[in-house]
């Protein structure tokens, strides 16, 4: 009988043994191997709404900067002051200079 | 290197995986549960929990005896858990690891080996299989099915004895 030693890693077989190891074996259903994988979960994002949100973006952007500025609805604002009209305090004195 | 095990492995990573490794996976699978079902139920929960990240980290150089121990902890669990219905199944035949051969005389000799390895105890025979047909080390099978090296070496003694027994007739017929 053959001695097994436990530090062998085992590489000379007996004439019985490379028999057995010339048995073809099998291998797996070629199908299985999409089974195998778990299904992938959907994107938390999928590309049509990234791409609808883009362009949303640029709409909005394009409609921004097409708008004029409008009104300032605050308070009037005064006019400068060169084109204010002259205040006459001293009216009758302004009138007897021109009678003279 | 599947060091990034934790994280959870990338769709190329199990592509990659199972190209390599589910041939191997799939015989000891199948040496310990006998039901291709079975087999592919145990494989499709070891890619999830690959994908998932719940397997340990693992090197490049112990990645078929890390993938080897998931099958053999995963067996070991449905045999406990699906005792009552395995008892019922062990009248069925046993799924074969082997290819069938259009030779006549091999495909005998295939069957015969087929109804010998079903006679070993389960122990036995996945340290046979392990050892004979997917080249695994004493030390390699000692970790796989968690067994010291030296009851490693002898369940692989045992059971050669004890397929030699079995298959001596077949030898004589010859």
Same mark, same amino acid.
């Given at each position: ?100 | 290197?599947?060091? %990034? #095990? ?9 592509? *990659?995986? &199972?190209? !390599?490794?589910?041939? =191997? ?48 902890? %995963? #067996? ?9 219905? *395995?008892? &019922?199944? !062990?009248?069925?035949? =046993? ?80």
């Amino acid at each position: 009988m053959k001695s097994f030693d436990p530090m062998n890693s085992g590489e000379d077989y007996s004439e019985f043994e490379n028999q057995l190891r010339g048995m073809a074996l099998r291998q797996p259903p070629p199908e299985w191997k999409s089974l195998l994988f778990p299904p992938v979960p959907p994107p938390l994002f999928p590309k049509p709404l990234l791409l609808g949100i883009a362009a949303c973006w640029v709409a909005s952007l394009g409609v921004f900067l097409a708008t004029p500025e409008r009104e300032d609805l605050g308070p009037p604002m005064l006019p400068p002051p060169a084109a204010e009209p002259e205040i006459m305090d001293n009216a009758l004195a302004i009138r007897m200079e021109n009678e003279r | 290197m599947m060091g %990034g #095990a934790k994280r959870g492995l990338t769709a190329k990573d199990l592509e *990659r995986i &199972h190209d !390599e490794h589910v041939a =191997a996976m799939f015989r000891y699978g199948l040496t310990l549960l006998r039901d291709e079902a079975s087999v592919r139920d145990l494989l499709q929960d070891i890619f999830l929990k690959l994908a998932q990240g719940r397997a340990e980290a693992m090197t490049a150089e112990s990645e078929k005896t890390y993938l080897l121990r998931m099958v053999h902890h %995963g #067996a070991i669990d449905r045999i406990r858990r699906d005792k009552v219905r *395995r008892d &019922h199944a !062990e009248a069925q035949p =046993a799924e074969t690891i082997f290819e069938a051969s259009p030779d006549p005389d091999r495909e005998a000799y295939r069957q015969r080996l087929d109804a010998a390895l079903v006679q070993l105890p389960q122990e036995q025979r996945e340290v046979v299989v392990l050892k004979l047909w997917e080249d695994r080390t004493f030390d390699e099978i000692s970790h796989i099915c968690c067994i010291p090296l030296n009851t490693a070496c002898s369940r692989y003694r045992y059971g050669i004895d004890k397929l030699r027994a079995l298959l001596r007739p077949v030898y004589e017929e010859l």
